[in-house]
């Protein structure tokens, strides 16, 4: 079991089911009407082409393009295909995400490994091959959509961060902004779980009484001696430096009461504060890749005018606060065994017995913001209101609009799926990254006016794989979720079609 093991474990039925896909579905289909034919335009050398209404950066489409680079001396040779521009079908085009979805896979593996070293290869592969059939994730390695890039990117940007080659890293978070530019602030998120993480190593250095002699870690880490211009201080600096006490370590299960995780917060926000001031000019070389990243990414928006590349009418920047209560739930609903369980409900209500006055605080403060969210910043996009292919259109008119008090009764589960949410990764997370976790998905997804669940396929990946979820048992139980709902959706859109009065063609259901 390994690496290898999971690529043939998805290569599986990733091959046998893209097969299925194209062959009853096999012209462009949603976005793919628009990612398609401009993919084509750059298979025919036309980079000068761009479609408005496409709304991301073109990424994908020169992944495509080395993609179906690598086969078409093969299919040329056969005489399969007269031009590269014919080898660009959509079949091929497809392709490319059914590719990117194994090597997704083995980056997963490896995220894993790193993460969780106690762990062997038959517990990682198992934990890997459950997370490839993740529903939002699945379905879209079959559709040529930007998804599977944008998440496979941002993953391996954050492998190679972990590893502490943060020049690649970066570059790799370049692709993924390339890919869709909101991933900007996944890899922002990336940078700062390197910060941490650094700053934490050099607080644990007891011996380390000298900037200069902390520049071995540098060393080890793939990086160059600092040298004196990155190190220069005063000895008072020094000594303040190697006097910062040491903090806890970040795999070691905390307690989780309401008052010690707000005091336990502060306090480690602070430490990683002043120990990031102490060695910022050594933390801004390291993590200067990040910096020139940024800096392109702002110099763009400038240039566009906004973050979005087309349609932007459409996909204005909105304060939809609901959005991250949506997240939270559906997020908890698909590791459904670690949070909706006795045992889950007995340690929050654990954590309120504690500390009864600031549990109480912190339950009364998450249910007024949530009903702020759901009563003053709820949005009904005009694409959710008159799209009935997705299921997000069914979600919300059976369920969140059927009544309007429905909307307010969920909001006692928002709040319950987000505090399980946090208990579960404080666990083993130091609570700032916690926070910079939920800052990064507020970013994301607050500004979003459109209810999409394949904008909660990055956030959920950084959340499962860094929630420890230890059982097997849970796994399994997760498996069979995900499978059960793949084999419903994938029946409903290859073989439930049907017809619009006001439009011609064939229709399908999707996420």
Same mark, same amino acid.
């Given at each position: *079991?390994?690496?290898?093991a999971?690529?043939?474990i998805? !290569?599986?039925?990733?091959?046998?089911i893209?097969?299925?896909?194209? @062959?009853?579905?096999?012209?462009?289909?949603?976005?793919?009407?628009f990612?398609?034919?401009q993919?084509?335009?750059?298979?025919?050398?036309n980079?000068?082409?761009?479609d408005?209404?496409?709304?991301?950066?073109p990424?994908?489409?020169?992944?495509s393009?080395?993609?179906?680079?690598?086969?078409?001396?093969g *299919?040329?040779?056969i005489?399969?295909?007269?031009?590269?521009?014919?080898?660009?079908?959509t079949?091929?085009l497809?392709s490319?995400n059914a590719?990117?979805?194994v090597?997704c896979?083995?980056?997963v593996?490896?995220i894993?490994?790193?993460?969780?070293?106690?762990?062997?290869k038959?517990?990682?592969?198992?934990?890997?091959?459950?997370?490839?059939?993740?529903?939002?994730?699945?379905?879209f +390695?079959?559709?040529?959509?930007?998804?599977?890039?944008?998440?496979?990117?941002?993953l391996?940007?954050y492998?190679?961060?972990?590893?502490?080659?943060?020049?690649?890293s970066a570059?790799?978070?370049a692709?993924a902004? $390339?890919? @869709?530019?909101t991933?900007?602030?996944?890899?922002l998120?990336?940078?700062? +779980?390197g910060?941490?993480?650094y700053?934490?190593?050099v607080?644990?250095d007891k011996?380390?009484e000298?900037l200069?002699?902390?520049?071995?870690?540098?060393?080890?880490?793939?990086?160059l001696?600092?040298?004196?211009?990155?190190?220069?201080?005063?000895?008072? @600096?020094r000594?303040?430096?190697?006097?910062?006490e040491?903090? &806890?370590?970040?795999?070691t299960p905390?307690?989780? &009461?309401?008052? !010690?995780?707000?005091?336990?917060?502060?306090?480690e926000?602070k430490?990683?504060?002043?120990?990031?001031?102490?060695?910022?000019?050594?933390?801004l070389? $390291?993590?200067?890749?990040?910096?020139?990243?940024l800096?392109a990414f702002?110099g763009f928006?400038?240039?566009?005018g906004?973050i979005?590349?087309?349609?932007k009418?459409a996909?204005?920047v909105?304060?939809h606060?609901a959005q991250?209560?949506?997240?939270?739930?559906?997020?908890?609903?698909?590791?459904?065994p670690?949070?909706f369980t006795?045992s889950?409900?007995?340690?929050?209500?654990?954590?309120?017995?504690? !500390?009864?006055?600031m549990g109480v605080?912190l339950?009364? *403060?998450?249910?007024?913001?949530?009903f702020?969210?759901v009563?003053?910043f709820?949005?009904a996009?005009?694409?959710?209101?008159?799209?009935?292919?997705h299921?997000?259109?069914y979600?919300? @008119?059976?369920?969140?609009?059927?009544h309007?008090?429905?909307k307010y009764?969920?909001?006692p589960?928002?709040?319950?799926?987000?505090?399980?949410?946090?208990s579960?990764?404080a666990?083993?997370?130091?609570?700032?990254?916690v926070?910079v976790y939920?800052?990064?998905c507020?970013?994301?997804?607050?500004p979003?006016?459109?209810?999409?669940?394949?904008?909660?396929?990055?956030?959920?990946?950084?959340?499962?794989l860094?929630?420890?979820v230890?059982?097997?048992?849970?796994?399994?139980? *997760?498996?069979?979720?995900?499978?059960?709902?793949?084999i419903?959706?994938?029946?409903?859109?290859?073989?439930?079609?049907?017809?619009?009065h006001?439009?011609?063609?064939?229709?399908?259901?999707?996420?």
């Open positions: *079991m390994g690496r290898l999971v690529a043939a998805v !290569s599986s039925w990733v091959i046998p893209s097969i299925l896909v194209n @062959r009853i579905v096999p012209d462009p289909y949603m976005d793919e009407i990612h398609v034919p993919a084509q335009q750059y298979c025919k050398g980079f000068s082409s761009w408005p209404m496409i709304t991301t950066p990424g994908l489409y020169f992944l393009l080395a993609h179906v680079a690598s086969f078409y001396p *299919m040329l040779c005489q399969a295909v007269p031009s590269y521009f014919d080898a660009c079908s079949v091929a497809r490319t590719v990117l979805a090597i896979s083995i980056v593996y490896e894993i490994s790193q993460l969780r070293p106690e762990l062997d038959r517990r990682v592969t198992l934990y890997t091959v459950v997370l490839a059939l993740y529903p939002l994730h699945w379905f +390695t079959y559709l040529y959509y930007t998804d599977v890039a944008s998440l496979t990117a941002v391996a940007s492998l190679l961060c972990t590893k502490k080659n943060y020049t690649l570059m790799l978070g692709l902004v $390339l890919v @869709r530019q991933n900007i602030v996944w890899i998120f990336v940078a700062c +779980t910060i941490i993480e700053t934490q190593r607080r644990k011996h380390c000298q200069d002699d902390c520049s071995v870690l540098d060393h080890k880490d793939g990086q001696a600092l040298g004196k211009a990155a190190v220069t201080g005063s000895n008072l @600096r000594r303040r430096l190697s006097n910062i040491d903090s &806890s370590d970040h795999l905390r307690n989780n &009461s309401s008052s !010690s995780y707000s005091s336990d917060l502060i306090d926000i430490e990683t504060l002043v120990t990031s001031w102490y060695i910022k000019w050594r933390l070389l $390291l993590f200067s890749p990040y910096v020139m990243l800096v702002f928006v400038y240039w566009n906004s979005v590349l087309g349609a009418e996909h204005a909105s304060p606060f991250l209560m949506y997240f939270g739930l559906i997020s908890a609903l698909f590791m459904v670690v949070h006795s889950q409900t007995a340690v929050l209500f654990q954590s309120l017995r504690k !500390s009864r006055v605080v339950w009364f *403060m998450g249910l007024t913001t949530a702020l969210s009563h003053y709820s949005i996009h005009p694409y959710l209101l008159a799209d009935n292919r299921y997000t259109f979600l919300w @008119r059976k369920i969140i609009k059927i309007w008090s429905t009764l969920m909001v589960l928002y709040v319950y799926s987000w505090f399980s949410i946090f579960t990764l666990k083993f997370q130091k609570k700032v990254w926070l939920f800052l990064a507020a970013a994301v997804l607050i979003s006016p459109l209810i999409e669940f394949r904008y909660y396929t990055i956030p959920f990946f950084f959340l499962i860094h929630s420890h230890s059982s097997d048992r849970n796994w399994v139980l *997760m498996c069979i979720l995900y499978a059960v709902i793949n419903f959706t994938m029946a409903m859109f290859l073989y439930k079609p049907f017809s619009w006001h439009e011609a063609g064939i229709q399908r259901f999707i996420w």
